[in-house]
């Protein structure tokens, strides 16, 4: 079932070929239809039915939508910069304190570990829009409304990432622990060295999710931000779609420019993951 | 170090446990727990929004009959989103686990494929998502308006497709589900993103060494998918199902929490609104509580 069948038959690499050509096609297609749509003129945009290509090809809508954007009342680069500073160190508090939080649960197993692990599971099925009032009035309560802060630090609590590394992390082998103990290696230094080498498509995974939220998240940065200047780029862009029929031609090209980041993180994640697979192999 | 080696081993690893997860937890304490346990205070009472602050009012139950005596909408949207999601789980569980067996066969063009098929992960959240509801949608309304009722499009053609379903079976109220189910085939395929890419993360983090020994051992593809991967893989199944309740009992789009935030913001009250928030989460809750139960007792760890 896995790599070491190569000698499988001509029809069964077909087969496996073709269900993922379908599949795959079927998947791309919302994304290749938005891509599509920002280069579509007014008139297509609103066709019906709605075609799945273009057929006039025009750049109109990324001009209306820099022309928008230089008459804005901020800057759009403050805006880029702000997401990613946000985008930056919010996935950045996530992922290490996720990971460091995980690693004795998933391996020590200390009194209430247990229980504070379903409390993790607890917390996961509650969404955070239940949450927002009273966690609006704790913001208030901080000082921590209108600054970066108040959207990256509760990724510090987020618990999706403690739940996917230690679940990861379970799967590491106790004896690469001890032998770690054995030569003299820290609890810091076997999480560092040991652990997290181990479950890197864990935490390349937790990065692109984590990245991918917090740079399009939309919701919170409008509760919490009223300064213009500190608003992130996603929001920026969600004024943009806003503006109606006459909008709808920027607002897809906006969508369009709003996935780039995404992408490039993902093909930088996507090659590591290649990569430790193939290293995974060796490691046995 | 030498000092904590006076202790015992036990003690000294529940300390430098504790070290560990104490960053998380105050984050978790202060953003999480604090907000969830004024949410239930919330629930239990009138929320009025004064010049001077908040002003609370204890009225008991009152908000809770009120959501499941008075309030028709909630009732209807929560039956409807718990069954959505119960024939969603097991559809979106085979599929990405099938994908992701496929994806981690070798074949070519593999990296490409492999690419695609983490498209959604990467795009389906957010400002896309919302450009191309509202773009189809008002699509839709114009076409409807100029009285053109077939369309070539695959965002709307299912429309009619779901009608000729619940005519052939009869409208029997227990197939509607599965009719709703095979309809949003394609919203199952997208949805199935994360969940292909945690499987295939599970599978390259299973030695392959095991592999080799069943091989040698003389197991076939089928056996040793039985008797390795499938139980290596248990503890991410246990994550994934996790992951996929979660993820449609939160999605943006539930007509549920639509509600929630209606009541919340547009009507202002915040108290019945936590009310049925808690209401929601508990049905939740019971709902995972028994599948991570179910799971969990099956669930195969390597370091036992």
């Known amino acids: 079932m896995k790599e070491r069948k190569v000698n499988r038959s001509f029809w069964g690499n077909l087969v496996i070929s073709v269900v993922l050509t379908v599949v795959a096609v079927f998947m791309a297609l919302p994304l290749v239809y938005s891509i599509m749509n920002a280069f579509k003129p007014l008139d297509e945009l609103f066709l019906f039915p709605p075609r799945l290509f273009v057929r006039r090809p025009t750049l109109k809508n990324f001009s209306d939508l820099f022309y928008l954007m230089g008459t804005s009342f901020v800057p759009f680069s403050r805006y880029l910069f702000n997401s990613i500073f946000i985008s930056f160190f919010g996935t950045l508090g996530h992922v290490l304190i996720a990971s460091m939080a995980a690693y004795p649960l998933a391996k020590h197993k200390f009194p209430g570990s247990k229980f504070l692990f379903n409390l993790v599971i607890f917390s996961l099925m509650f969404s955070g829009y239940v949450t927002n009032i009273p966690r609006f009035i704790i913001m208030a309560k901080l000082r921590l409304l209108d600054s970066y802060l108040s959207l990256i630090l509760p990724y510090i609590g987020a618990t999706l990432g403690l739940f996917l590394m230690k679940q990861f992390m379970e799967?590491?082998?106790?004896?690469?622990?001890?032998?770690?103990?054995?030569?003299?290696?820290?609890?810091?230094?076997?999480?560092?060295?040991?652990?997290?080498?181990?479950?890197?498509?864990?935490?390349?995974?937790?990065?692109?999710?984590?990245?991918?939220?917090?740079?399009?998240?939309?919701?919170?940065?409008?509760?919490?931000?009223?300064?213009?200047?500190?608003?992130?780029?996603?929001?920026?862009?969600?004024?943009?779609?806003?503006?109606?029929?006459?909008?709808?031609?920027?607002?897809?090209?906006?969508?369009?420019?709003?996935?780039?980041?995404?992408?490039?993180?993902?093909?930088?994640?996507q090659s590591n993951v290649v990569e430790t697979m193939k290293s995974a192999g060796i490691k046995g | 170090m030498r000092k904590k080696k006076l202790r015992s081993l036990s003690q000294r690893q529940a300390f430098v446990g504790r070290l560990f997860v104490y960053p998380w937890l105050i984050g978790f304490l202060i953003f999480f727990a604090y907000p969830f346990i004024r949410s239930i205070i919330f629930a239990f009472s009138e929320l009025d929004l004064t010049p001077f602050g908040l002003k609370l009012t204890f009225i008991g139950f009152k908000n809770f009959i009120k959501a499941l005596q008075e309030d028709p909408t909630f009732i209807q949207y929560l039956t409807l989103e718990v069954t959505n999601t119960i024939v969603n789980i097991p559809l979106i569980?085979?599929?990405?686990?099938?994908?992701?067996?496929?994806?981690?066969?070798?074949?070519?063009?593999?990296?490409?494929?492999?690419?695609?098929?983490?498209?959604?992960?990467?795009?389906?959240?957010?400002?896309?998502?919302?450009?191309?509801?509202?773009?189809t949608m008002e699509q839709f309304y114009i076409g409807a308006q100029t009285g053109m009722?077939?369309?070539?499009?695959?965002?709307?053609?299912?429309i009619d497709f779901r009608?000729?379903?619940?005519?052939?079976?009869?409208?029997?109220?227990?197939?509607?589900?599965?009719?709703?189910?095979?309809?949003?085939?394609?919203?199952?395929?997208?949805?199935?993103?994360?969940?292909?890419?945690?499987?295939?993360?599970?599978?390259?983090?299973?030695?392959?060494?095991?592999?080799?020994?069943?091989?040698v051992e003389g197991a076939t593809p089928w056996e040793s998918f039985w008797k390795v991967t499938f139980p290596l893989l248990s503890p991410i199944i246990l994550v994934n199902v996790v992951y996929t309740v979660i993820d449609s009992f939160t999605d943006y789009s539930n007509d549920?929490?639509?509600?929630?935030?209606?009541?919340?913001?547009?009507?202002?009250?915040?108290?019945?609104?936590?009310?049925?928030?808690?209401?929601?989460?508990?049905?939740?809750?019971?709902?995972?509580?028994?599948?991570?139960?179910?799971?969990?007792?099956?669930?195969?760890?390597?370091?036992?």
């Open chain 1, 171 to 269: 799967q590491i082998p106790d004896s690469y622990i001890e032998s770690a103990r054995i030569d003299g290696a820290n609890e810091f230094k076997i999480w560092w060295y040991v652990i997290m080498p181990n479950v890197k498509p864990a935490w390349l995974t937790l990065i692109l999710f984590s990245f991918r939220e917090i740079w399009n998240d939309t919701y919170t940065p409008s509760l919490y931000i009223h300064n213009e200047a500190l608003k992130p780029f996603s929001l920026g862009l969600t004024y943009i779609q806003q503006g109606g029929f006459v909008r709808a031609g920027a607002g897809a090209a906006a969508a369009v420019l709003m996935l780039i980041p995404s992408i490039i993180i993902f093909i930088i994640t």
């Open chain 2, 93 to 135: 569980l085979m599929f990405s686990l099938f994908i992701a067996i496929l994806l981690n066969q070798r074949f070519k063009g593999r990296a490409f494929i492999r690419a695609i098929f983490f498209l959604p992960v990467v795009v389906m959240s957010g400002a896309l998502l919302y450009v191309l509801e509202s773009n």
């Open chain 2, 149 to 158: 009722a077939m369309s070539n499009s695959p965002f709307v053609r299912g």
């Open chain 2, 163 to 215: 009608m000729f379903l619940i005519q052939i079976t009869g409208n029997i109220p227990f197939v509607r589900p599965l009719i709703d189910a095979i309809n949003r085939i394609y919203e199952i395929i997208w949805k199935s993103g994360v969940q292909i890419l945690i499987f295939l993360a599970g599978l390259q983090s299973i030695p392959s060494s095991l592999y080799e020994v069943a091989s």
């Open chain 2, 256 to 304: 549920v929490l639509r509600y929630i935030l209606e009541v919340a913001f547009r009507r202002l009250q915040h108290g019945y609104s936590s009310a049925i928030a808690w209401l929601y989460f508990l049905i939740l809750g019971t709902i995972l509580l028994l599948l991570v139960i179910f799971i969990s007792k099956r669930v195969f760890y390597i370091s036992e």
